[in-house]
């Protein structure tokens, strides 16, 4: 049965079908692979921009990880086709092209590699994939056993496509001094200029082998013939491959072994798989990986991503899928995220900073160096661009040559956090200069001006200018003619300024900090003034001044970021806040999750934008969002909602059973984007998972763990102890690291007091404050909670 295994390290998948795409994935700063249960691949790397080294049969495309990705025949992948030659029956590792009935299977991605097990007929396959640490290549080992007794002759044949990558120039052959297969391309351009500016690309995709092949075949379609992959006519009926190359023909990295092996006894493959400049890199990568110690490459992949990315936190909670999600799985995606900026060189100015606010509790120090990036890039004005450039020749693209608005909102929150994490006000002192105005100026001043930039940005009901998109990108007709406000960015700047008036008056700057409270509270009642409609605030006011996500809206309306926002920047009351409550536990709460507005929007609205033409429960229009479900988790942490904030965290978690993991289609070993919503619309696909893990949501998830739930958060030079524990738990214990000290806390629900009460050492901390933390000591916590 499906569930976590080593300690909650890896998990264990045993049937192929039940949920057909789930998947685990590694990376390093240079490359990322997804890898499927069934054995289909997205890969990517950086070269200096994303570039693929497998690709469709069809013309290539620049995309990278879709939500709710298609898998097909002909998706690039990696398969491992084994032929019992006594009977002639086939079977592949690990389950497709040939979907033959197994015996045995077992899907097993950990941390620090993916691995397979696969058994039929009495002959074992055991596949396993790690990367290296530095280079972007992909490292496969292979093991065949024969289970039986009697000897077993079988062919065992690696499959590797490599699919479409120019319509210039693509061939492929064997090279028998590498014990290579080489595709061969050149990437195609049209100005003279992108010829000299290609030159570096590595125009080749290649299978290395640690064993010579007795034969090959370089021609995709030579090797499938009539039979197609789940029966290719190359392997029909004791065939061998042909040794034949591919000359402007689809190629495909494609090995033949011959074997014997007697009973009980087992045959071993290393392979390496990725792209090349020349033959040159080829031969040292093959040095290096192949010909070297493979347990030294496991090791310092292992300690790269485990140790490289150690939480702050061990949890023992009642409930141990959350406990193996925090202690490991989440750190993990957290640090993917802030260690490889989603492997762009453009990240979103909120992404890159939201994925810095995770870096704070795994490495603080990447952190500030995105803080101190980031406003090197702002104009002095006081806006922060669309995008941040992280090389000399990076360009802005795509979605960040469209105008947005909110991007200083993230730069506050993020630093705010950073000074409660390290209490390392130094960073304010910081002089960066500014992208148009080389003059410097302190941190403290950038994000100031960032603050009265928003300030100074709103029409003439004092509500915040939404241009062609705020947080939600595919909201981009609200504005677009100059007129149209977002009401969640004036919720979202209000709580901003709150949070660095509180910055400012702590440095004794009382001017900018009663302005900023000035500021936070006009934008409250202006919000409460133009916004509040019925029972909960709509989401904003449109070039034409109509105020949508409001009750007379059939579809979209209710936006769930209104409403969690509201409560963050404290513009709801208590009896607000109840209407709204209710209002979500009515409209947008599923079971698996809440969702992001409903209805769902079914045709184009053309004063809201694209997110009314994606279909009904996915993405924004309607799907439980899990970004913006953290962000509503946040603020009912923020108003003492603490099990109601735990339900929306836990519901991001995939359950290990068979009926959760099936209904979500995703193992339970990272928290995705979205999973599918419009649940009162279309039930049957709703929970379904986008199976695409880069989010800004696991910064939110992971924080609010740590500083609401467990509730250890740095305040001033001291602590603030404050769990916020599930009502169902009697009992949690964890163990925080917090400024270089170590906190060790439990806490449990006792009979016969009234109020949470915490002792530090024996001492009793009122309000469960801790005056100064003491670097290298260990704080022994104990918190009792009533019954």
């Not at 991503?305 to 409930?319: A, I, M, N, T, Y």
């Not at 403290?444 to 990108?473: K, M, N, S």
Request: proline share 6%; hydrophobic share 40%.
């Amino acid at each position: 049965m499906p569930s976590f295994i080593d300690n909650g390290t890896r998990f264990h998948l045993d049937d192929p079908t039940l949920a057909p795409n789930s998947a685990g994935y590694l990376w390093n700063r240079r490359m990322m692979i997804q890898m499927n249960s069934r054995g289909y691949a997205v890969s990517q790397y950086m070269d200096p921009e994303p570039r693929k080294y497998a690709h469709p049969p069809i013309i290539p495309a620049p995309t990278f990880m879709l939500p709710e990705q298609t898998y097909y025949p002909n998706h690039p992948g990696r398969f491992f086709y084994v032929r019992d030659n006594d009977t002639g029956t086939l079977f592949s590792a690990p389950y497709e092209p040939v979907r033959a009935r197994l015996d045995r299977f077992a899907f097993e991605p950990g941390l620090s590699d993916i691995r397979w097990l696969i058994e039929k007929d009495g002959v074992r396959v055991e596949l396993c994939l790690v990367l290296p640490v530095d280079d972007v290549a992909e490292l496969w080992t292979a093991k065949i056993t024969n289970m039986t007794s009697a000897p077993k002759k079988l062919t065992f044949v690696p499959f590797f496509p490599v699919g479409f990558s120019s319509w210039m120039n693509l061939g492929g052959h064997f090279d028998a001094d590498l014990n290579a297969v080489l595709c061969t391309s050149v990437t195609p351009y049209q100005k003279i200029e992108q010829y000299f500016k290609n030159q570096h690309l590595k125009d080749i995709t290649f299978l290395a082998a640690s064993r010579r092949p007795d034969h090959f075949e370089v021609g995709q379609q030579a090797f499938e013939g009539e039979g197609g992959l789940r029966a290719p006519s190359a392997l029909a009926d004791g065939g061998h491959l042909r040794d034949g190359e591919a000359y402007y023909e689809i190629p495909a990295c494609i090995m033949q072994w011959d074997l014997t092996i007697a009973g009980g006894e087992s045959e071993d493959f290393r392979f390496l798989f990725g792209p090349a400049r020349d033959e040159a890199e080829i031969s040292a990568l093959k040095t290096r990986y192949l010909d070297g110690d493979i347990e030294q490459v496991r090791r310092d992949y292992h300690a790269y991503v485990v140790e490289g990315g150690r939480s702050c936190l061990k949890v023992q909670s009642p409930d141990e899928t959350f406990n193996h999600v925090v202690n490991h799985w989440l750190p993990r995606q957290v640090f993917y995220h802030g260690d490889t900026n989603r492997l762009t060189t453009d990240p979103q100015t909120r992404n890159y900073l939201q994925d810095a606010l995770g870096m704070l509790f795994i490495r603080p120090e990447a952190a500030r160096a995105v803080i101190l990036h980031a406003v090197s890039q702002q104009h002095v004005s006081g806006k922060m661009p669309d995008g941040i450039l992280l090389r000399p020749d990076a360009e802005l693209k795509y979605i960040n040559q469209v105008p947005h608005t909110d991007h200083g909102v993230w730069l506050v929150i993020t630093a705010k956090a950073y000074l409660d994490e390290t209490g390392d006000h130094s960073i304010l002192d910081e002089m960066v200069a500014w992208t148009d105005d080389p003059a410097p100026a302190s941190v403290r001043e950038h994000i100031t001006r960032a603050l009265r930039f928003l300030a100074a940005a709103v029409d003439e009901r004092g509500l915040p200018y939404i241009e062609q998109g705020d947080w939600c990108d595919p909201m981009n007709m609200v504005g677009y003619k100059g007129k149209g406000v977002s009401g969640w960015l004036a919720e979202a700047s209000s709580h901003a300024m709150s949070l660095w008036s509180e910055v400012c008056a702590a440095e004794g700057d009382q001017e900018t900090a009663g302005w900023l409270k000035a500021e936070a509270d006009a934008l409250v009642e202006r919000i409460n003034r133009h916004l509040w409609v019925g029972d909960w605030y709509g989401r904003g006011i449109t070039d034409d001044g109509v105020v949508f996500g409001v009750p007379a809206d059939k579809e979209g309306r209710i936006f769930l970021n209104a409403q969690s926002w509201a409560l963050l920047c404290g513009a709801a009351d208590d009896d607000r806040k109840a209407r709204m409550l209710k209002a979500i536990d009515e409209q947008l709460v599923t079971p698996y999750g809440v969702e992001i507005q409903a209805p769902s929007f079914t045709a184009m609205r053309e004063d809201i934008g694209r997110l009314t033409q994606k279909w009904p429960g996915v993405a924004e229009n309607g799907s439980v969002y899990n970004h913006a479900a953290a962000f509503y988790a946040a603020s009912l942490y923020h108003v003492g909602e603490s099990d109601r904030g735990f339900n929306v965290l836990r519901a991001m978690m995939t359950n290990p059973d068979r009926e959760d993991i099936a209904a979500r289609g995703q193992l339970p070993l990272y928290i995705p984007n979205y999973y599918r919503g419009a649940y009162r619309q279309f039930p049957r696909t709703a929970g379904r998972s986008s199976n695409l893990f880069n989010t800004g949501t696991v910064a939110w998830v992971y924080r609010m763990v740590i500083e609401q739930l467990c509730g250890v958060r740095g305040d001033g030079k001291g602590a603030v102890i404050a769990p916020q524990v599930p009502s169902s738990w009697q009992t949690l214990s964890f163990t925080r690291r917090l400024r270089g000290a170590t906190f060790n806390v439990t806490f449990s629900r006792d009979d016969g007091i009234a109020e949470q009460v915490v002792e530090i050492d024996g001492q009793r901390a009122e309000g469960g404050r801790l005056a100064g933390i003491e670097a290298g000591r260990i704080y022994d916590v104990r918190v009792k909670a009533p019954r």
